[in-house]
């Protein structure tokens, strides 16, 4: 029988029920992929977290060192992720509160790198994530595809759409739009990129709630047909925004039906983005040795990883 401890929180949210919902597994080692894809795809989440010690001892001493680090992936119900922002906080969250509550910060080891998440100098129930910074590109899309972007949207035509690295933002003029959006997700999913997030400088609409930019992520592709409140897009519009207004600190808002605020600060290689996290419940998964097994030989049978992947999966976290 596997011990797995799981917490669900919300991220970037100010109330229970608010920001996004992420699910993070507390794990002594990893479990097979297969098995965590599906316990992803059982938590109907936009992403589960997976968390490994690297050193089962590393929790904080207590001396003002980082707790860590800590190995960590990302699933939403159908795929792993690159990265993910909200579930990275989601899972600060548990470590600092669970694992190591004196410890000023914690450090995650990912595919994509280091992530560092501390505590908010200046609000003790926020964390401040630094997350790469996302470069954007404005691309000129034909006729064509600036109709089906515009059809994708419900009808909204873009004022300008720029590319990162795996998704595409458009702008739009007016931030009401934004909100209105009624998207087609066979039609998002059509589209080239990966995801699609749609964004708007907020000019003082009341619907912005004193934010300085409003927007919304659309990601079929990925099982999310709309994320509720999305790390990486902040990565690129604040410092976009950031740059239109001559501002080194903003507050996003992301209109989603949840609703999710952010406070981002852009550096000139990353930015840091600030957020607070809710509990909703603990407990712990009943995953035995049988279930795990049929899960992963399941997977190999109709060639869903490779077989290296489910050999290995069960040894402990590795660099």
């Not at 992403?47 to 050193?55: G, K, S």
């Not at 960590?72 to 470590?95: S, Y």
């Not at 994509?112 to 609000?123: I, K, T």
């Not at 009401?176 to 999913?189: F, G, H, L």
Request: net charge negative; proline share 8%.
């Amino acid at each position: 029988m596997r011990n797995v401890r799981i917490f669900h929180l919300d991220a970037f949210a100010e109330r229970l029920f608010a920001g996004n919902p992420a699910a993070v597994c507390l794990m002594d080692a990893w479990l097979p992929v297969p098995v965590m894809q599906a316990i992803a795809a059982e938590n109907r989440l936009s992403e589960t977290a997976f968390l490994v010690p690297e050193d089962p001892g590393g929790f904080g001493t207590g001396d003002g060192a980082a707790a860590g680090p800590f190995h960590l992936r990302w699933f939403t119900p159908t795929t792993e992720m690159p990265m993910c922002g909200h579930a990275t906080l989601a899972a600060a969250h548990v470590v600092l509160s669970r694992l190591a509550p004196e410890a000023p910060a914690v450090v995650f080891r990912t595919r994509g790198g280091l992530l560092h998440v501390a505590r908010d100098p200046e609000a003790d129930d926020r964390l401040c994530l630094s997350l790469p910074r996302e470069r954007l590109t404005g691309i000129e899309p034909r006729p064509a595809l600036l109709r089906a972007i515009t059809a994708a949207l419900g009808g909204v035509v873009p004022a300008a759409v720029l590319e990162g690295r795996h998704d595409w933002y458009v702008l739009v003029e007016d931030p009401a739009e934004v909100e209105v959006i009624r998207p087609d997700a066979a039609a998002i999913s059509a589209l080239p990129p990966r995801a699609v997030a749609v964004a708007s400088l907020a000019d003082g609409a009341s619907l912005a709630d004193g934010a300085d930019y409003v927007c919304r992520f659309f990601a079929p592709k990925l099982g999310v047909p709309e994320d509720p409140v999305t790390g990486i897009v902040h990565a690129g519009l604040a410092p976009l925004f950031a740059d239109m207004l001559a501002r080194d600190r903003l507050d996003g808002l992301q209109l989603s039906p949840r609703r999710g605020r952010v406070t981002v600060m852009p550096r000139p290689d990353h930015i840091v983005l600030t957020g607070r996290v809710v509990e909703y419940s603990e407990g712990r998964l009943v995953l035995n040795r049988l279930d795990v097994e049929r899960t992963t030989a399941a997977a190999l049978a109709v060639g869903r990883l490779p077989l290296t992947l489910a050999a290995g999966a069960g040894l402990r976290a590795r660099g």
